[in-house]
């Protein structure tokens, strides 16, 4: 990032005072102490950007309500291939957050990939589509090729083809109004090898499985937005085991730009499962 | 449909075949040959190892004129024309039990000495029993596992809904009336609008509804692959009976 001309200091107060919008990129159980901290010098001008997963709005509003009477926050799911701009991004405006300050996220996110607003209760659902999809898309994309390599495909090759198909294939539904049934069937010549391919997919429950992992990664981000809210672990516990370790870790960088957009974050080590 | 009763004659062996026929309206015979001199338009519609014997039977009363329609599933058009005169008029059908109520799926194949003629008159007559396409003879025994035999997967998939909602507390015999009532309604759709059957789906499936809940169940359990499988299976059964 300092490459990029990115400014970088390890003061959290620093990066709140000169920018205006703050993103806390920082892992969800880190949120509370980040807030805590911050939250003195919270003004209205602020608009607050979590990306924690499965921390809702009515939490960070909560906490920083002791600081400021009306704290805008914005919520927002995003997911890893932002590294290339094509990103799903989707956001949530909380309660006085208004209709602009929802627009400049959506403007700001929109230069990485795709973005648009939901209501907060469709976030954990899209946590389990595209928040884990690349995940699914790479452990896919591994299994292609070794079923190029089995056929005798070198294995770059093989990797380089595979990611193409499903880019290519990605890029095609995008662009067209025809439902992914009829463009699956536009690849299906009759008693052809494609369509033979696909009895094996189905004849292996492929879409009940892809069906089960959305649900399955869904479930598991609200169970973990639950454990959070019942805070089962005194914070004085996690503060004094995590808080000090990230301090000494890893410094907050702070990014300047025209809309002075400040981006926390901290390599979290791995905290006790709650 | 299309043709007077007067004009058709049935022959059969013994009445117990032909009293529907003279229901009808319709003239009968215990003659065959009878019906090589009567008629223009002959079907074949006996058991295929009774056939050969028949068209034996026929042969020197078949002319230029006939024109030869088989319905005898498993034989095919080589067979039929090696059996008949050279240059004889063939064409093979294959239709689905639906014909009876007017809804059938059938397809038909020409011989070589069939023509555009015989093959536009086939499909108009047999329009009014329902859907009627010529297609190539290597797509009949597949008509046969999507349509024939398809019918059958059709009454079982009917079967296992009603049970579903007695399951959950309808009576049987709504149950099953409304079953049926939904696989036409869905069918008709899908005819009527011409949309991709999984646009329509999708057309149906309210976000976290109780559609796409129960569509889960079925890709669980691999509906769509053994479906398939099933196709494939009267497909391969079919192709086989026919080598015999």
Redesign the interface.
């Given at each position: 990032l300092q490459k990029m001309g990115v400014n970088f200091t390890v003061s959290n107060k620093d990066t709140v005072k000169s920018s205006d919008v703050l993103f806390l990129a920082v892992k969800p159980p880190i949120i509370p102490f980040i807030l805590e901290e911050v939250g003195p010098d919270i003004e209205d001008r602020h608009i607050v950007v979590s990306c924690a997963a499965g921390v809702t709005i009515s939490s960070i509003e909560k906490k920083l309500s002791t600081f400021c009477p009306t704290p805008k926050v914005i919520r927002c799911m995003t997911n890893t291939p932002v590294i290339v701009r094509e990103g799903a991004t989707v956001y949530a405006t909380g309660t006085h957050a208004d209709v602009e300050d929802g627009k400049l996220l959506e403007q700001l996110m929109a230069s990485v990939g795709f973005c648009t607003e939901v209501e907060e209760d469709l976030i954990d659902a899209v946590t389990g589509l595209s928040g884990s999809g690349p995940a699914y898309a790479f452990t896919a994309l591994d299994a292609l090729a070794d079923g190029g390599v089995k056929m005798g495909l070198p294995r770059r090759l093989a990797v380089r083809l595979g990611a193409q198909a499903l880019l290519g294939a990605a890029k095609m539904l995008l662009e067209s109004e025809?439902?992914?049934?009829?463009l699956k069937?536009n690849v299906c010549s009759p008693g052809g090898a494609t369509i033979h391919a696909l009895?094996f997919l189905?004849?292996?429950?492929f879409?009940?499985l892809l069906?089960?992992a959305v649900?399955a990664s869904c479930i598991r981000t609200r169970e973990l937005q639950h454990l959070a809210d019942q805070e089962k672990i005194s914070p004085a516990a996690i503060k004094k085991t995590l808080l000090d370790k990230v301090k000494l870790e890893s410094p907050s960088l702070s990014m300047a730009s025209a809309s002075k957009v400040s981006l926390f974050t901290s390599k979290s080590p791995s905290s006790k499962k709650n | 449909g299309k043709v007077p009763a007067s004009s058709i004659l049935a022959s059969a062996p013994s009445d117990k075949n032909l009293d529907a026929w003279r229901e009808s309206g319709c003239r009968t015979t215990h003659c065959n040959l009878e019906v090589l001199q009567e008629s223009t338009l002959v079907f074949l519609a006996t058991k295929p190892h009774v056939l050969p014997g028949v068209l034996q039977e026929i042969r020197p009363a078949v002319g230029p004129h006939h024109i030869v329609v088989s319905l005898a599933a498993g034989v095919t058009l080589q067979t039929l024309q090696r059996l008949l005169p050279a240059g004889t008029k063939v064409l093979r059908l294959m239709p689905n039990l639906p014909c009876v109520v007017q809804a059938g799926a059938m397809v038909f194949a020409r011989g070589s000495g069939a023509g555009d003629g015989e093959a536009a008159l086939l499909k108009s007559l047999l329009s009014s029993c329902g859907l009627c396409e010529e297609v190539p003879e290597s797509y009949i025994n597949i008509h046969t596992g999507l349509s024939g035999s398809g019918v059958a997967y059709v009454y079982l998939f009917a079967e296992a809904l009603a049970e579903g909602a007695v399951k959950m507390g309808m009576p049987g015999g709504l149950a099953s009336r409304i079953a049926a009532q939904t696989l036409l309604g869905a069918a008709k759709m899908m005819l009527e609008t011409g949309e991709?059957?999984?646009?329509l789906r999708?057309d149906v499936c309210t976000p976290g509804g109780t559609t796409i809940h129960a569509l889960?169940q079925l890709?669980?359990g691999?509906l769509?692959?053994t479906v398939?499988?099933a196709v494939e299976a009267a497909t391969n059964r079919a192709c086989d009976v026919a080598e015999d």
């Open positions: 025809q439902h992914p049934g009829q069937d009895h189905e004849s292996g429950g879409r009940s069906i089960n649900e | 991709h059957p999984a646009k999708g889960h890709e669980k691999a769509r692959a398939m499988n």
